[in-house]
């Protein structure tokens, strides 16, 4: 697999990051950015051999999602939930945690990451992180001083006495170094990772162009843009190539060298992005215009005009004396107008499930269990006089070892888990919520 614009690590990256030693690796804040790096780190094959730490939970889920691939340090998992996380660690499954410092530190109060098993530690753009969130990553790095500690970095100068600490002296492996002098001229469209494939399809609409590139910095992820590779005036690569286009689309946010080379064979560039990655693409390019898409309530708009359409056609159509023989009564009582609206909002709605369908008792899961020493009587007592159930509210009590499922009554479920969530069993507090598997 080929990385366009990854750095060549000279003798002393590679020994570096061969021996367990810290480096200081400079890279736009992209997930596919980061790749090249951790592949190049031996990572043992054990569960949170190796964090991550990053600014956002969004960081995380697009960093996983960029270094699945990677086999030497796969299975990666984003630290997005502290229940599953914490099943996974303790089960052995992730080698390779995601997560912000808030994050990692709450799973290392639960007992179920050990911050001393960790080989590896690298920080993705700790310049970018809030500020609420340094004093938690001081923690994190002071706690995991015998591991190696990875500072990936838009510009080495921001990090500060962060280097000093954890990175003395260590090499300076680049990616990517913000140019001195901006060229490029770019149109923006600021969207989050799941809502790429609609901001691309929009941007093509909108613009319309004869020809375009879209620029994927993952080749394994290629196969994402599919549906638009059906075009043939459309190409999807990761090496831009030299055949002149119309536009070309940058679908996650380039590095400076990735952008020149798509706007060296592109009349027109428009870069998909985060919106906390906007800073940092006005640093690489002399101009970045928003690029309006329909936003929803364009398509609202559209939506409306859709419907009058059927209207007409129905109108047209003929044969509604029944119709009209049921609504009649209502025309005395309200506006027709609000009649025909409430007809067609009924028209609109999905049905509802019929009475049968809901199940008589919903699951409710806590996150205390047999290690706790937690008793059925702890559990019923607390749903009985802390939230004021009735006894034939409670069902069977399942206790594990790790958690605890208790069956409520449909229609007491919700006020059970808003009752147990915070109150304390055996000393400690709990978390509760509806299990809706």
Not at 37 to 50: H, I, S, W
Not at 299 to 307: C, P, S
Not at 390 to 412: L, N, Q, S
Request: aromatic fraction near 4%; charged fraction near 25%; glycine fraction near 6%.
């Amino acid at each position: 697999m080929s990385w366009e614009f990854a750095p060549t690590f000279d003798a002393s990256e590679r020994a570096a990051l061969d021996n367990g030693k810290p480096c200081i690796y400079v890279c736009p804040p992209a997930a596919w950015a980061l790749a090249p790096l951790v592949g190049r780190v031996p990572v043992p094959e054990r569960p949170a051999a190796l964090l991550i730490v990053v600014p956002e939970h969004d960081d995380a889920v697009e960093i996983a999602g960029a270094l699945g691939w990677i086999t030497s340090v796969s299975p990666v998992f984003a630290a997005t939930g502290l229940t599953r996380t914490e099943h996974l660690l303790r089960t052995g499954t992730a080698r390779t945690l995601v997560g912000t410092p808030a994050t990692l530190l709450a799973l290392v109060r639960r007992a179920a990451l050990k911050l001393s098993d960790v080989d590896v530690v690298a920080v993705a753009w700790p310049e970018t992180f809030p500020a609420d969130a340094r004093e938690a990553l001081d923690t994190l790095l002071g706690e995991t001083r015998q591991a190696q500690h990875l500072l990936a970095t838009t510009d080495d100068g921001a990090l500060g006495d962060l280097a000093a600490r954890y990175a003395h002296r260590a090499p300076v492996a680049v990616c990517s170094r913000i140019p001195a002098l901006p060229e490029s001229s770019v149109r923006v469209v600021a969207v989050d990772a799941q809502r790429r494939p609609w901001a691309v399809r929009e941007t093509l609409d909108v613009l319309a162009p004869a020809s375009a590139v879209l620029w994927e910095p993952v080749p394994a992820r290629i196969d994402r843009w599919r549906e638009f590779a059906r075009d043939p005036h459309v190409r999807v690569l990761s090496d831009p190539g030299e055949e002149r286009v119309a536009l070309a689309v940058a679908t996650d946010l380039p590095s400076a060298e990735a952008l020149q080379a798509l706007g060296a064979v592109a009349d027109e560039v428009v870069v998909l992005l985060r919106p906390s990655q906007l800073g940092y693409l006005q640093r690489i390019v002399r101009h970045a215009r928003p690029l309006r898409l329909r936003a929803e309530g364009d398509r609202a708009r559209d939506r409306a005009a859709h419907l009058r359409q059927r209207v007409r056609e129905r109108l047209e159509t003929g044969g509604l004396d029944a119709e009209l023989l049921a609504l009649a009564p209502l025309f005395d009582e309200w506006d027709p107008a609000a009649v025909a609206a409430a007809a067609a909002a009924l028209a609109a709605e999905p049905p509802a499930p019929p009475a049968t369908s809901l199940p008589a008792w919903v699951k409710v899961r806590l996150d205390v269990g047999n290690r706790d020493r937690l008793r059925p009587a702890d559990v019923v007592g607390a749903i009985l006089n802390s939230v004021g159930l009735p006894k034939d509210a409670v069902g069977r009590v399942d206790i594990r070892d790790g958690y605890t499922i208790v069956e409520i009554r449909a229609e007491h479920a919700e006020a059970a888990a808003r009752g147990l969530g915070g109150i304390t069993l055996r000393g400690r507090k709990v978390a509760a919520r509806i299990d809706r598997r």
